[in-house]
């Protein structure tokens, strides 16, 4: 990514999180810009319009919040505006995966202008980190935004970065390769039958080593022989599969698993990553244990989707929340989420059999999220255990 003197980014990640303080310490190493948002989220188009950033960095659960909003209206379009507006993103799509190209002469002006003016007009990139997401989705960014949008890959513990994707890359869904900094190997996962003899991808745990990694946890030297080996190589708790040029995809989880009744290991970020992209999911949460066949999903909706299915079933839609327990909107939510399990060729067990939605969302103040947006697991199991 060529990031010059006059390239200039918008801050509005928590600065806890290790991705934002990568990107600011980037910018006063290059001595490019930096502009801080007014501290509201909802105002963060407004204050993109008038920073006009050529970089805006962000996270999975934002961005699929994008393309859900985007790409309904594109499908809810009709007449000519909807012909041009899909034929505008079938072609782009296209071209996007046979060559990589995210400009079009024609259809950048015609349709997507207005799109790339919600961020200020002026983005050449968008990176994204912290947690997967869908191909679908960074390729539809990359040709509604008409710019590479990148994917970049590491920990907390690996001091932020240690990967990222080509801008002209045409393959999209992984996070390409390692960095000059670290050095990574698979270690085998047995239990979820990951092995690095596997053909054609080897696939396992991936491993880090190098000045990139961290010595150990605070005070904690239990937690850090945990998550070191014998010979010294950090122990990322992501499995990862290579492609022949190098490049990386991560595929699950070998920390966050749990085991059914039947003995089989569930990932439940790899279904919960997946239900991201469900017009109906906001957030959530799927768990299972040894005691039980099957598992469980727990909601929390996208309250306009429940407005709009309110009012085209004659039901109240002034107070969605009181909507969540109605045994149709249910099945009709759990049966889409079924859907998107079968499309997506998960297995029987990952099917979740039943349902909760809840009005209450997963937030850093309810103690459900970590400073970063990520699922406090332990705490969620038992908020949600009634």
């Known amino acids: 990514m060529h990031h010059t003197p006059e390239a200039c980014y918008i801050s509005y990640l928590p600065y806890p999180h290790s991705f934002e303080q990568c990107l600011t310490f980037y910018t006063v190493v290059i001595g490019s810009k930096c502009g801080f948002y007014q501290g509201d989220p909802l105002k963060l188009t407004a204050d993109c319009a008038v920073l006009k950033p050529t970089l805006f960095p962000s996270v999975p659960r934002l961005f699929n919040k994008i393309y859900a909003k985007v790409s309904d209206g594109i499908k809810e379009a009709t007449g000519c505006k909807g012909w041009i507006a899909k034929t505008a993103l079938n072609s782009k799509l296209a ?58 890959y590491g920990l907390t513990e690996t001091s932020g970065g240690s990967s990222v994707t080509h801008p002209k ?37 991936l491993q880090m080593y190098g000045p990139a990694v961290f010595s150990g946890y605070y005070k904690r030297p239990d937690k850090t022989a945990e998550a070191f080996d014998a010979e010294g190589w950090f122990k990322t708790g992501d499995v990862a599969m290579v492609y022949p040029n190098g490049s990386v995809k991560i595929i699950d989880r070998s920390k966050n698993i749990f085991k059914l009744s039947q003995g089989e290991y569930i990932a439940p970020e790899k279904i919960e990553n997946m239900f991201a992209l469900c017009p109906w999911v906001a957030q959530s949460i799927i768990y299972g244990d040894s005691l039980r066949s099957c598992c469980v999903a727990i909601v929390c909706p996208n309250m306009d989707k429940v407005k709009a299915w309110a009012a085209a079933n004659g039901k109240d839609s002034a107070k969605p929340e009181s909507l969540l327990t109605d045994a149709v909107l249910k099945k009709t939510i759990l049966d889409d989420l079924v859907q998107l399990c079968i499309s997506n060729k998960c297995t029987s067990l990952e099917k979740p059999k039943d349902l909760h939605l809840t009005a209450d969302a997963f937030t850093v103040e309810n103690n459900l999220l970590t400073p970063t947006f990520k699922l406090k697991r332990n705490i969620a199991k038992e908020y949600f255990k009634p």
Not at 101 to 128: E, N, P, R, S, W
């Open 95 to 152: 071209n996007v995966k046979a060559s990589g190209a995210v400009g079009h002469g024609c259809y950048d002006k015609l349709v997507f202008k207005k799109m790339t003016a919600i961020l200020g007009g002026q983005v050449k990139y968008m990176i994204t980190g912290s947690a997967p997401i869908d191909a679908a989705v960074l390729d539809f960014l990359k040709v509604c935004f008409c710019c590479p949008v990148l994917e970049g």
């Open 169 to 205: 890359d045409p393959v999209t869904g992984h996070v390409g390769g390692p960095l000059p900094c670290i050095k990574w190997r698979l270690m085998d996962v047995p239990e979820m039958s990951y092995l690095s003899s596997d053909k054609p991808y080897p696939r396992g745990e």
